[in-house]
């Protein structure tokens, strides 16, 4: 892999990431009241919550985006901590939807356009209106989209020579350890700040046929808990409501990761040929799901102690306003 192709595979992340943000701004003015009414709103059932919070991100296309809201919800005193609980575990649920709408785009007939220079010539004729914010949003979201694509076919051409590259294979080799996997998926996505960019980018490295199984969960379960950097960076200034809903969204990933890796080094124990499966980018996005949903399984049922525990380390006025 030679200097040119590291360059290529930076600016096809850089339009990844900007169309995902694109994306998010569209879809925010089209719903961004909505949104937020539909959160206050929500059903005081747990469940409900979690399948509000799941189609949400589903429809946005970013858990960190939907996180944000909840975490300006809860500052506010508009969200409960019961439905913030549903709703953050909804959200990590929702935005597995982005690794399985890449895997169709990644293996579609019509991804061929996004190969070409063309859609990144339309995107810099566009670029001038999009940065003054002056367009209807449904241009947002169909650059937004552009980008995506674009930037997702590009990474996957970026990264084709890592299949005969040496240095990769060491480095791969280097991640075998499902610890310094879950280092790797946590400092990279805290750096990106977008789980979507980072679970686009492993998906876009499958193509290569280098990646197992045994390799790309941890990776999966550092990402989860990398994307919290989001939520905790907009719960600095804000008060103690926001501030623990930032980090229910991180003791949300964390526990998954604690759920999921004993199995893992189960597996590799008893069971280690299942690890040497290679991973498509179909298997990511199901590795990535259920992950959540493992995530998911064990949250919700102690989420009554964990907002007990976070009530009583708190002070008297927070604690009457979590009742």
Do not use: K
């Amino acid at each position: 892999m030679e200097w040119s192709d590291l360059l290529a595979l930076a600016g096809a992340v850089a339009v990844f990431l900007f169309g995902m943000e694109l994306l998010c701004t569209g879809l925010g003015a089209l719903s961004r009241d909505r949104l937020r009414r539909c959160l206050m709103q929500a059903a005081p059932s747990v469940w409900r919550a979690t399948a509000l919070g799941a189609a949400v991100t589903a429809l946005v296309q970013s858990s960190s985006a939907v996180t944000v809201v909840l975490v300006g919800l809860a500052a506010s005193g508009a969200l409960m901590p019961e439905q913030a609980a549903g709703m953050i575990a909804g959200a990590n649920i929702g935005t597995c939807t982005t690794a399985f709408f890449i895997h169709i785009g990644l293996h579609a007939g019509w991804m061929g356009v996004f190969h070409s220079s063309w859609p990144l010539l339309l995107l810099a004729v566009l670029l001038p209106a999009l940065l003054r914010r002056r367009c209807h949003p449904a241009l947002f979201i169909g650059a937004g989209l552009t980008a995506l694509m674009s930037g997702m076919a590009h990474m996957q051409d970026a990264l084709a020579p890592l299949s005969g590259s040496p240095l990769f294979a060491r480095l791969l080799a280097q991640c075998v350890s499902p610890l310094s996997g879950l280092l790797a998926g946590t400092i990279v996505t805290a750096v990106l700040q977008s789980s979507s960019a980072c679970i686009a980018l492993l998906q876009a490295v499958s193509a290569s046929g280098m990646l197992s199984l045994g390799s790309v969960v941890p990776i999966i379960l550092g990402q989860n808990i990398g994307t919290c950097v989001t939520a905790l960076l907009a719960s600095l200034r804000a008060g103690r409501a926001a501030r623990q809903t930032a980090f229910l969204h991180l003791l949300f990933n964390v526990i998954g990761a604690a759920v999921v890796f004993p199995v893992l080094l189960l597996i590799r124990q008893f069971c280690p040929a299942w690890l040497t499966v290679p991973a498509d980018s179909a298997a990511i996005a199901w590795v990535h799901l259920a992950c959540n949903l493992a995530a998911a399984g064990v949250f919700l049922p102690l989420r009554r102690v964990i907002l007990a525990r976070m009530t009583q380390n708190s002070p008297p006025q927070t604690r009457e306003a979590a009742v």
